[in-house]
Each structure stands twice: as C-alpha cells, then as structure tokens.
C-alpha cells in the first residue's frame, strides 16, 4: 500500500541555520511527489513538486527538494531558514489512476525557528 | 494569483445537523476534491468530483456525506446528520490537469 513517512514530529532550528525535512515514500510506480506548507490557521500552500526529470527541484519562498529513487526519499531543503517559515510541512505522494491523482499524505513536520 | 476559496471558515454544529461547507475552484480548474484532517492527524483524502460526477472516494466518503457542483463555480459539501467524530478541517481543493492540487485554507468544522 502507498505510504508517506515523516520521521521528524517536531524540529527546531535557528534563524539562518540550513534545514532539512525527511519524506519517505512506498509507492509501486514512478511518484508523483510534493511539498506543501501550513502556516498557523492558513491552508495547505504547494512549496515544489517532482514529476519527472531533474531530481533536484526548486519551490517558492527558497525550498528545494531531491528525489532519490534508490533510497525512496524526497527531502526538503533550505540553505538558510527565516523566521516566517516555522510553520508544519506536508510531504505527499500522489496516487495516480488515468490522469488524475490523489494525494497521500505525510503526518507533517512541525518547524520551529528561533532567534 | 488564483485561489480556491472555501465558507465557512468555522463553523459550530449540533450532533445530529446537517452542514454544508462551500468552495469556489480555482475558474479553469476541471477536477475537484475533499481532504479532511482531523486535529493531530494526516490530511485524508475523502472525494474527488470531475466531469460532474464523483470519479473516486474514500472509505470514510460514506452516505452520511455527499457532493454537488450546483453551477459553474461553486463545489459543495454536505454532511447530512454530524458526529462529533467528524469534527475536523476540511480542505477544499481543485486541479487543472487532475496532477497538480491547490488547496483552500479550510473549513473547521466542530460538533457538540
């Protein structure tokens, strides 16, 4: 059965140190994979999403992510976290049937952003 | 840029009522979708609606719950007799191209 894994419940990070979320996905086929974010009392925003092609993928507000196939992960990264961004992030995979999916969700990362 | 926009944003229920929560697509979108998720729990996916007519659902989309595209723009909702199990924040959400899904900022829905 599809599965999405986020280990971390809860991180803390500093503002401007590098920051990382782990994903890992258990999927049959070739993943439709994504990030999303919700900020307190907001809604689910997309951050990036991998199809196909380059691994590497970039997103809004500074986010990238890499695929890596051999090891079923899609991480999410950031060179240098801002305040703003202590918010809970989603990843998910998208369980595609003909054209359309629909997504499974991770239980989410919480981030915290100290000064 | 586009939204997809969802009323109410909290809405306080009596076990046992009837509730519907409302959503207007993205306008060129053409495949429309409930998520709901329960406090501290994973976003779940409960119904996907394209071409006028539901294409899949989940197990918890029993007949207690129901969807309609009542004209061109809005996507409705509707629990036909809550339970306080079904206190949550439902996401209203929609795609272009059935891929790629853009959610609202959601619906608290809380029975009592």
């Known amino acids: 059965a599809q599965s999405v894994t986020q280990p971390d419940i809860h991180i803390t990070v500093s503002e401007g140190a590098s920051l990382e979320l782990r994903c890992n996905y258990s999927y049959g086929a070739t993943p439709y994979l994504f990030w999303y974010v919700q900020s307190p009392g907001q809604g689910l925003q997309l951050l990036l999403k991998?199809?196909?092609?380059?691994?590497l993928v970039q997103g809004i507000k500074g986010f990238e992510a890499e695929f890596k196939r051999s090891q079923s992960s899609f991480n999410l990264r950031k060179p240098s976290v801002h305040w703003s961004d202590a918010a809970e992030y989603f990843c998910?995979?998208?369980?595609?049937?003909?054209?359309?999916?629909?997504?499974?969700f991770g239980k989410g990362t919480k981030l915290s952003v100290k000064p | 840029e586009p939204e997809v926009t969802q009323t109410p944003s909290h809405q306080v229920t009596q076990m046992g009522q009837e509730v519907i929560l409302r959503c207007v697509p993205i306008?060129?979108?053409?495949?429309f979708y409930w998520y709901r998720q329960i406090l501290g729990q994973k976003v779940e996916f409960l119904v996907s609606?394209?071409?006028?007519?539901?294409?899949?659902k989940s197990e918890i989309f029993d007949d207690q719950f129901s969807v309609e595209r009542p004209d061109g723009s809005n996507f409705t909702l509707k629990i036909r007799s809550t339970k306080l199990e079904d206190s949550a924040m439902y996401f209203c959400a929609s795609s272009y191209q059935g891929n790629t899904i853009y959610f609202g900022e959601g619906s608290w829905l809380t029975v009592v």
């Open positions: 306008s060129n979108h053409l495949y």
């Open positions: 998910a995979v998208g369980v595609m049937r003909g054209s359309q999916g629909n997504l499974i």
């Open positions: 991998y199809f196909s092609g380059d691994t």
């Open positions: 609606f394209y071409n006028n007519e539901i294409s899949e």
